[in-house]
């Protein structure tokens, strides 16, 4: 599978939802927040972290391909 799939699907896709659901189970279960307030603050943590990754990767994505192409010859 091709390499930037993997990394874009684990960065963009399977964090966070990793992310929200632990956040979410534990802001419901540990810190017992009403669901709307669990939700919103859930999803804002959520969007920083999009903000950031997305940042990353755009200033990261000449990188991994360099080291891709070193590395396959």
Same mark, same amino acid.
């Given at each position: 599978m091709n390499a930037h799939k993997v990394?874009?699907? =684990?960065l963009h896709?399977? =964090?966070p939802l990793i992310l929200f659901s632990s956040?979410?189970?534990w802001g419901q279960f540990v810190l017992s927040?009403?669901?709307w307030e669990n939700v919103t603050d859930n999803l804002s943590i959520l969007a920083i972290y999009y903000?950031?990754?997305s940042v990353l990767w755009?200033?990261?994505i000449d990188n991994v391909e360099k080291v891709r192409d070193a590395k396959s010859g």
């Open positions: 990394l874009y699907s =684990m896709l399977v =964090m956040y979410f189970l927040k009403p669901l903000i950031g990754v755009l200033m990261n």
